[in-house]
Each structure stands twice: as structure tokens, then as C-alpha cells.
């Protein structure tokens, strides 16, 4: 049950609303005042507060910094009376998550109140995801805030939960074995290793040895006993790269060790158990490699039981700025050489192109722009010379007006290097505005500073 805890120094409001928010199954705490919200946020783990802007004993706002200095992530919705502009943008750049102006609705409410907890929600996981990450790895090993990589991310948490086989689905270069090395790391087998082979990169000859490992003199050359990967993810996670590309000899005998999780090595007698998960991976639509009988259907059913999909960089433009910024500062750093960003021309070249090779395209661009540059800067004749920007076939008015209002504010923020109030002169727009277009196309400024 989620803990709220709402402020408002008019009791009949509080009493209102607690009414409706029980109603709806949360648990309540109410409070008049700051100090015994403090209290209550001190002795309980509030998933939400709700604070009136203007209190009789302090400011809304100063409750909430002082609320976040315990609870950083405490998501706040902030009602006020007055519905300014100039409060609504104070609030939320100070850290809430939305605001209400009395009167307000009570269904806007709790519409409210449910987006912001399952944003909530899902940012502690990626949050806790990404710390996992960085404690193995060193570096913030996922990057993206698109809707789309939030999904992935979600669905690798869930998947952490269980020990159920996970088939990732993704073009070449999306990073699936990043996927997947995560969600080994969230499990709770992540203190045993980690295996991956690439079913596309070793000969069918060599294959089955790989997996299954052999015993001595089990074939010319077999001067000694060899484990097999299997054994060596022994009550780990054996992650299965292009397993679409897989023999389908090898398919068969694949099945057996799913289904039995034991098998001969090559010239033994005796069987070996494992005890590992199975994580595969694909390029290709494995319904698709079924149909044309490339892929064994009783083995799809086997790995395809938990399905990621990760979606292309060019369904996710927003994520650009990120991951070039991340391998900006990744190789300039390896290069010792003082580069501090792209210039607007070169930031647009990047969003425009197709990236048919995904994120690791992306950083070959970016490592290949630093190692030519002698400037501070990365100018477009650096990023992608062989690619010019090309026709596009015609979109739907909507999509089109959305390309061109996120192009639109990458190059405004951009040029103001993520100045929010020069960035609204120089467009004529409110702040306001331009925060709540920057919110809808989650782009952040602070990416943009130098």
C-alpha cells in the first residue's frame, strides 16, 4: 500500500482528500503544518506528498527542499490557489512533479497522483538497475531516458525477479548483450559468471565442442578433458548471441539440454546436470525464422518465453544527445584531448541520420570525430563525412511537426548551451513553456552546458 502524505493548512481540504485517496487504497498522512510533516516523512516511507503552495507556518516550496534533503527522490504535487506561471516553474524547477490550481478536480487528481508514482516507480528501478551496473562495470552502463528504453528497463528489472529463459530481440548494434549482462547482474545468480558465445562467430564443426566441452581422445587433437561453456556457467546465466544463426543440428541438441539440463560431453559416458539460466538473443524475428523452418518451433517455445525488445536508436532520437555526450567525454578522455562538446551542425547531423548500425555506429562516429579533431569542438565535417543528409519519404503532419519541433529545441537549447532563459527569449515563448516542451520531448538542458 503506498504512504501519501498531504499538507494543507485547511483541515476540511485535508479531510476531503484523504476521504478519496483511501477510497482509492492508499494510506494517508495528513498534517496542517510543516513540522509534523517532517515528522511523519522522518518515521515513515512516503511514496508521495501532496503540499499546499502557500502554508501558515512556511513556504510550500521550502517544505518541499527540505523534505527532498531526506527523501531526494520523493515525488511532490504542489496545489495552489494562485495558479501563476512564475510559482508553477518555481515549484517544478525546484524539484515537483507537477502542480494543481484550486478548485481542482478530483479524478485530475488521482490521475495525477497514479502517473506520478509509476514514474516514480519505475525510476527507483532503473535507478537501482543502473547502480547494479556501475558497481560491476565501473560507468553508467545503460544510457537512454526515451520512453522506449524506460520500457526495456522495466522489463529487465521484472525479468531480474524471476528465473524464466529471456529472449532479446534487437538489430545489430542496440546493445543486447549490455541487456543482457544486466539482467544477469539484477538476478540473484549474479555472483556466478557470466557466459556468452556468438552462435553466428564459431563453425558448426567446433560448436558442440564449445558448448559441451569433451573428454580426452574424444577426436583427433584431444590431447586433454575440456569443460564446456555450459558447465562453465554452471548456476550463472550462459547468455546465446544470434542463436537464430544456430545449426540446426545444433538446435536439436540444444532442446535436450534445455528441456533435461544435462547432456554427454563429446566422448563421454556420463552425463553432466547444469543449473543455469538462458538468456538468447536475435536480429532476426525468430516467428519469422520458424515460418521459413530455419528455426526449430519447439525450441522457439522453449527461449522464447520472456521477450525484450530494444528498440533502434532511430525510434529513439532523444537518447542521442546522451550517448554521444557519454562517448564524447569516454574518448576525449582515452585521447587526453580537451573536447567539450558538438557544434549545432554536428549535433544535427547526428539526429538526422538513419544510424543503421544503432549505438555502436554511434560511438565508432563519435571516437572517429575525436581522434580527427583539433578544435574544442566537434564540427559536422568531423561526424559522418561520408553521409550526406538524406530525402526522407513524406511523414503524417503530426509526426512531422513533432521531428521538427524536437529538432527545433535540440538546436535552440543548444545554442543557448542549455541557458533555459536565454533559449525562451530567443524563442518567444514563456519558460513555462518551454519547460513543459522540453518535459514532452524529454529533453534536459543540462545535457546541453558546456
Not at 497514479?114 to 537501482?128: H, T, Y
Not at 562467430?201 to 573428454?215: H, N, R, V
Not at 521459413?292 to 518451433?297: A, C, E, L, P, T
Amino acid at each position: 500500500m503506498e504512504k501519501i502524505l498531504i499538507v494543507d493548512d485547511d483541515p476540511n481540504i485535508l479531510t476531503v482528500i484523504q476521504m478519496r485517496l483511501e477510497a482509492e487504497g492508499y494510506q494517508v498522512f495528513k498534517s496542517t503544518g510543516s513540522k509534523q510533516a517532517l515528522q511523519y516523512s522522518e518515521n515513515n516511507e512516503i511514496d508521495l506528498a501532496i503540499i499546499d503552495l502557500i502554508l501558515k507556518d512556511e513556504d510550500g516550496i521550502a517544505l518541499m527542499e527540505k523534505l527532498h534533503r531526506t527523501n531526494t527522490d520523493l515525488p511532490v504535487i504542489i496545489l495552489t490557489a494562485h495558479g501563476s506561471i512564475d510559482s508553477a516553474v518555481q515549484a517544478m524547477k525546484k524539484g515537483a512533479f507537477n502542480y494543481l490550481t484550486k478548485p481542482f478536480n478530483y479524478q485530475e487528481l488521482l490521475l495525477q497522483i497514479k502517473n506520478c508514482l509509476e514514474k516514480s516507480r519505475l525510476s527507483k528501478e532503473v535507478k537501482n538497475l543502473r547502480c547494479l551496473c556501475d558497481e560491476k562495470y565501473g560507468f553508467n552502463n545503460i544510457i537512454g531516458n526515451s520512453d522506449g528504453m524506460r520500457k526495456v528497463l522495466e522489463q529487465v528489472a521484472q525479468a531480474a525477479e524471476t528465473d524464466s529463459t529471456v529472449h532479446i530481440e534487437g538489430e545489430s548494434g542496440t546493445g543486447k548483450e549490455l541487456i543482457a549482462k544486466s539482467l544477469h547482474l539484477a538476478s540473484s545468480r549474479n555472483k556466478w559468471p557470466f557466459v556468452a558465445i556468438n552462435c553466428a562467430a564459431i563453425p558448426e564443426t567446433l560448436l558442440e565442442s564449445e558448448l559441451f566441452g569433451y573428454k580426452k581422445g574424444a577426436f583427433s587433437g584431444a590431447g586433454r578433458d575440456k569443460k564446456g561453456l555450459f558447465v562453465e556457467a554452471h548456476n550463472g546465466t550462459f547468455f546465446l548471441d544470434e542463436i537464430s544463426e544456430m545449426p540446426l543440428t545444433m538446435q536439436t541438441k540444444l532442446l535436450r539440454v534445455l528441456e533435461e539440463r544435462e547432456f554427454y560431453p563429446l566422448g563421454g559416458s556420463k552425463t553432466v546436470k547444469v543449473n543455469t539460466r538462458i538468456i538468447t538473443a536475435s536480429n532476426r524475428d525468430l516467428v519469422e525464422e520458424v515460418e521459413k523452418g530455419n528455426f526449430r518451433k519447439d525450441l522457439f517455445y522453449r527461449v522464447h518465453v520472456i521477450l525484450i525488445k530494444i528498440p533502434p536508436l532511430r525510434e529513439r532520437k532523444e537518447d542521442i544527445p546522451l550517448l554521444a555526450k557519454h562517448f564524447l567525454n569516454k574518448y576525449a578522455g582515452i585521447m587526453n584531448k580537451e573536447i567539450n562538446g558538438f557544434s549545432s551542425a554536428a549535433l544535427q547531423k547526428l539526429l538526422r541520420h538513419s544510424w543503421p548500425g544503432n549505438v555502436r555506429e554511434l560511438e565508432n562516429t563519435v571516437e572517429s570525430a575525436i581522434a580527427l579533431a583539433v578544435h574544442s569542438k566537434l564540427t559536422d565535417d568531423l561526424v559522418l563525412p561520408k553521409y550526406g543528409i538524406k530525402e526522407k519519404r513524406i511523414k503524417p503532419l503530426k509526426a512531422a511537426k513533432d521531428d521538427f519541433l524536437k529538432d527545433y529545441l535540440v538546436r535552440l537549447i543548444e545554442l543557448n548551451h542549455g541557458n533555459i532563459s536565454r533559449a525562451a527569449k530567443m524563442a518567444g515563448k514563456y519558460r513555462a513553456d518551454l519547460y513543459e516542451l522540453l518535459k514532452k520531448y524529454k529533453l534536459n538542458p543540462a545535457d546541453f552546458r558546456d
